[in-house]
């Protein structure tokens, strides 16, 4: 991390100099100083919302357009051609589909945004010290806009197809942090080896699209049975969207699969944090 000094006039003496110092080994995640910079994730995450829809036709439309045009392709592709369905008749299969897209859109764009976020930031590493974790931080962050508005069109679905939503919608906040930090813990992770290893942002689209079909978005959990249905425990967005078809509609509540994602998650994140923080000291140099 490149250095840099502050000075600040006191008015009985000499301008006082702060030299900062990268860190060496290990070092610590200080959650302290990114409360300290709040501000700053503020104008970051509204910057992130403000760019991503400037000057485009639809504008912020487009956050109802994509998961309606995804489920248009799911509906023909898998429901029409395949003959997958809810696997409960009082579901519509648009329905399903949506409550599954809420989560994954939430996360496939906060991983998109904090994996590229160093890179797409490397004027402002390099001009003025703050925590930089900030960055990515605010790329999750500026998704929630976009969940928000895509939730209040999943309702006015809900209701068309005479459908309320189950009282566990209660739960729905958790499972929201949850593949929020899903995809930070992972972001992390990506934005650091971004920064050293270019090739990464390329890969991350694919990595995404792989992932979408590995969880079960277009399709319900109970069609994945067998040992399959263990290797579906690494993949902690399965429990994501479970979850939230348990609670939006009332489906079969997540076993153990939730659990295992926590627990996953708990990991990715940790090591998420401590990885970038031992990075971040070369990001100024090599970005």
Do not use: H
């Amino acid at each position: 991390m490149a250095g840099s000094a502050a000075e600040a006039q006191t008015p009985s003496g000499p301008p006082e100099r702060r030299i900062i110092k990268p860190t060496s080994g290990w070092a610590p995640v200080r959650l302290r100083e990114l409360w300290e910079y709040r501000e700053l994730l503020y104008f970051l995450t509204w910057r992130d919302i403000k760019v991503r829809y400037k000057q485009a036709i639809l504008g912020i439309a487009w956050v109802v357009v994509q998961p309606l045009l995804a489920i248009v392709v799911f509906g023909v592709v898998f429901n029409l051609v395949l003959g997958v369905d809810s696997g409960d008749p009082n579901v519509p299969y648009p329905v399903m589909t949506f409550a599954a897209l809420l989560p994954w859109q939430l996360f496939s764009g906060s991983l998109q945004r904090a994996g590229t976020s160093m890179v797409s930031n490397a004027g402002l590493l390099t001009k003025v010290y703050f925590p930089r974790l900030v960055i990515p931080v605010s790329g999750v962050l500026a998704g929630l806009v976009d969940f928000a508005i895509a939730f209040v069109v999943f309702l006015i679905m809900m209701f068309a197809y005479g459908m309320t939503p189950t009282w566990q919608i209660v739960f729905l906040p958790f499972l929201v942090l949850l593949a929020m930090a899903t995809a930070l813990g992972f972001g992390l992770w990506l934005a650091a080896l971004n920064v050293l290893y270019r090739d990464v942002q390329y890969i991350i689209p694919y990595l995404i699209q792989m992932w979408l079909f590995i969880s079960p978005v277009a399709y319900p959990l109970d069609d994945v049975t067998g040992p399959l249905r263990y290797l579906y425990g690494l993949n902690p967005m399965a429990g994501v969207v479970q979850g939230f078809r348990w609670c939006l509609y009332g489906d079969r509540a997540p076993d153990t699969l939730l659990f295992v994602a926590i627990g996953i998650v708990s990991v990715v994140l940790v090591s998420g944090l401590y990885y970038f923080r031992r990075t971040e000291r070369r990001f100024a140099d090599v970005v």
